[in-house]
């Protein structure tokens, strides 16, 4: 039971960190950008990691969320600041 709760926590962070990264990016880019989709991805799977297995779905929604946030609030930083980090891992990782 606990490892359905965990997939199904994932999968729901990840998803829906995915669609608000991505809604994201169009609102304040003016276009889709699939590099910004993807890290948004990642970043809702680290996001949910430590805590996959004891969040309900409701949660892991509100994680993935946030997670898009948090990520291209990051990636903006970044690049405002001037940080060569062309993966973007130090944003995806928060």
Known sequence: NIAAKAAVATTIAAGTSCVSATV????????????????????????????????DPWMAFLIGMSAAWI???AHVLLLRFGIDDPLDAAAVHG
């Open 71 to 73: 990520y291209y609030g």
């Open 24 to 55: 994201i990016a169009r609102v304040f880019t003016a276009y889709f950008d699939i590099a910004l989709t993807i890290n948004g991805i990642l970043g809702g799977l680290v996001a949910i990691t430590a805590s996959c297995a004891f969040v």
